[in-house]
C-alpha cells in the first residue's frame, strides 16, 4: 500500500511559481511511475505531468510545456512539480498520483488528498 501525502499549495500572484511536494510512504514508490493531475472548479480533472520510475524521462500537459518541471528524488520518496510563470487558469487541487492504471495517464492506483493552488491575476 502506498500513501501519499501533497504540500506547498498555496495564493500567489500570476507571474508567480511554487513547488509542489508529494512524499510517498513504502519503499517500494521507487518502482511506480508518479504524476500530477489537477481538478479546477466545474472541471474534470486533467493530466499535468509525468515521470518515469528513474526520474529519466517526462511528459507534460500542452497547457504547461515550458512553465511546469516534474521531478523526483527516489531516495527521499518525493515527488516535485515546480510551478512557475503561473497563470489564473492554474488555478486547482493538485493531485499527486502513483502507479498509472491506463495508458492515457488519467487514472492511477494510488493518490494524494490534493492541495489548492490559487492564482489571482
Known amino acids: 500500500q502506498v500513501q501519499l501525502v501533497e504540500s506547498g499549495g498555496g495564493l500567489v500572484q500570476a507571474g508567480g511559481s511554487l513547488r509542489l511536494s508529494c512524499a510517498a510512504s513504502?519503499?517500494?514508490?521507487?518502482?511506480?511511475?508518479m504524476a500530477w493531475l489537477r481538478q479546477a472548479p466545474g472541471k474534470e480533472r486533467e493530466f499535468v505531468a509525468v515521470?518515469?520510475?528513474?526520474?529519466?524521462?517526462?511528459y507534460y500537459a500542452d497547457s504547461v510545456k515550458g512553465r511546469f518541471t516534474i521531478s523526483r528524488d527516489n531516495a527521499k520518496y518525493t515527488t516535485y512539480l515546480q510551478m512557475n510563470s503561473l497563470k489564473p487558469e492554474d488555478t486547482a487541487v493538485y493531485y499527486c498520483?502513483?502507479?498509472?492504471?491506463?495508458?492515457?495517464?488519467?487514472?492511477?492506483?494510488?493518490w494524494g488528498q490534493g492541495t489548492q493552488v490559487t492564482v489571482s491575476s
Open positions: 513504502g519503499r517500494t514508490v521507487s518502482s511506480y511511475v
Open positions: 498520483a502513483a502507479d498509472p492504471s491506463t495508458s492515457d495517464y488519467t487514472s492511477y492506483n494510488y
Open positions: 515521470i518515469s520510475r528513474s526520474g529519466s524521462t517526462t
